[in-house]
């Protein structure tokens, strides 16, 4: 079992910059890939970032390439989002979820934090 709590949201301009951390609980976190996703008020939960157990891999949808950046610090189970220029079509409630399996869909990951709200206004 795994236990994930985001932080690090907020209300931020556009073109400002946040970074989210995911903390878990549980000695196994290394073994797990974790995902990012978001969620927009009256649309669908949507795949963010992925970042392989290792590290070593990352994936990001086509909206946020070049803009976030996933890292993870394992010795600390944490997992990082670091989010730059950002627009104010960002602004929803940002999740992480730990999963075998590093993918972009969101029934490949296990478990899930309660997610942090980011908020970009122009």
């Known amino acids: 079992q795994v236990q994930l709590v985001e932080s690090g949201g907020g209300l931020v301009q556009a073109g400002g910059s946040l970074r989210l951390s995911c903390v878990a609980s549980?000695?196994?976190?290394?073994?797990?890939?974790v995902g990012w996703f978001r969620q927009a008020p009256g649309k669908q939960r949507e795949f963010v970032a992925a970042?392989?157990?290792?590290?070593?891999?990352?994936y990001y949808a086509d909206s946020v390439k070049g803009r976030f950046t996933s890292s993870r610090d394992n010795a600390k189970n944490t997992v990082y989002l670091q989010m730059d220029s950002l627009k104010p079509e960002d602004t929803a409630a940002y999740y992480c979820?730990?999963?075998?399996?590093?993918?972009?869909?969101?029934?490949?990951?296990?478990?899930w934090g309660q997610g942090t709200q980011v908020t970009v206004s122009s």
């Open positions: 970042i392989h157990r290792t590290g070593r891999l990352t």
């Open positions: 979820a730990a999963g075998s399996v590093y993918g972009t869909m969101r029934d490949e990951y296990e478990f």
């Open positions: 549980g000695r196994t976190f290394n073994m797990y890939a």
